[in-house]
């Protein structure tokens, strides 16, 4: 039996925008609920739905403790993080689709 992912994500609203951090068991799902409206009060409001960082995790400790050091660590440090892999914050949205091989 195949033990289940997590992913640790963060959307911004544009670069260096405003960030949110968040955490799932099926990205594609969350994302899009995201993108649509539908995930949270303050990523609707900010108008926070480009996907631009994210890491999966073997298990649901690992994702936890990785959210939690996204939440105390200060904001330069998650611009580095993203910054990293994504320097335009380009909404890797259609990448994550893609990979995952499903359509919303």
Sequence with gaps: MKEKN???YMLASK???TIYKGMTSDLISRISQH???NGSKFTSQYEVKRLVWY????NWEDAVSWEKRLRR???QWKVNL???GNP???DLWDE???LHGQAV
């Excluded at 890491?55 to 073997?58: A, F, L, M, N």
């Design 96 to 98: 994550v689709n893609g």
């Design 82 to 84: 993203i910054e990293e």
């Design 15 to 17: 670069k260096n925008g």
């Design 6 to 8: 997590f992913y640790i």
């Design 35 to 37: 993108k649509f409206d």
């Design 88 to 90: 335009d914050w380009l």
């Design 55 to 58: 890491k999966e995790c073997g």
């Design 73 to 75: 660590y200060p904001r």
